[in-house]
């Protein structure tokens, strides 16, 4: 499976952005998606996971309220959209899909390439 992530950019505090994940396959709707982050010099860190049938959502406390990780599964995307953004937002954002509803990158199979998120002050 391979994962196109897109909609990054430079955006001021307080703005939105809605980042796209789109799998070269129509099979996105098998897989668990997340969406992690990792800004210069520190590590990757999990942002939202949903489940296949989008029963079930999770999104970290730092971003909490701000993002939500809608999918698609008949477009097969999944989104991350974010609102109230802050410098603390700015980050290389992956998707990323596996089998298990997980905030462990380690537990994710395939990745997207990154798409660039700069929010300035």
């Known amino acids: 499976v391979q994962l196109l992530a897109s909609g990054g ?7 939105s952005l809605r980042l796209s994940c789109a799998a070269s396959l ?3 709707g098998n897989y668990v998606m997340g969406w992690f982050r990792q800004a210069p010099g520190e590590e990757r ?3 939202a996971v949903i489940s296949r ?3 079930s959502t999770a ?8 993002f939500t990780i809608p999918r698609d599964n008949a477009k097969n995307s999944v989104y991350l ?3 109230s953004l802050k410098p603390d937002d700015t980050a290389v954002y ?3 899909a596996g089998q298990k509803f997980s905030t462990a990158a380690v537990e994710y199979d395939y990745w997207g390439q990154g798409t660039q998120v700069t929010v300035s002050s």
């Open 9 to 15: 950019g430079l955006v001021q505090a307080g703005g």
């Open 26 to 28: 129509r099979t996105l």
């Open 45 to 47: 860190e999990f942002v």
């Open 53 to 55: 049938s989008r029963s």
């Open 59 to 66: 999104v970290a406390d730092a971003v909490k309220g701000r």
């Open 81 to 83: 959209q974010m609102i």
């Open 94 to 96: 992956y998707c990323a």
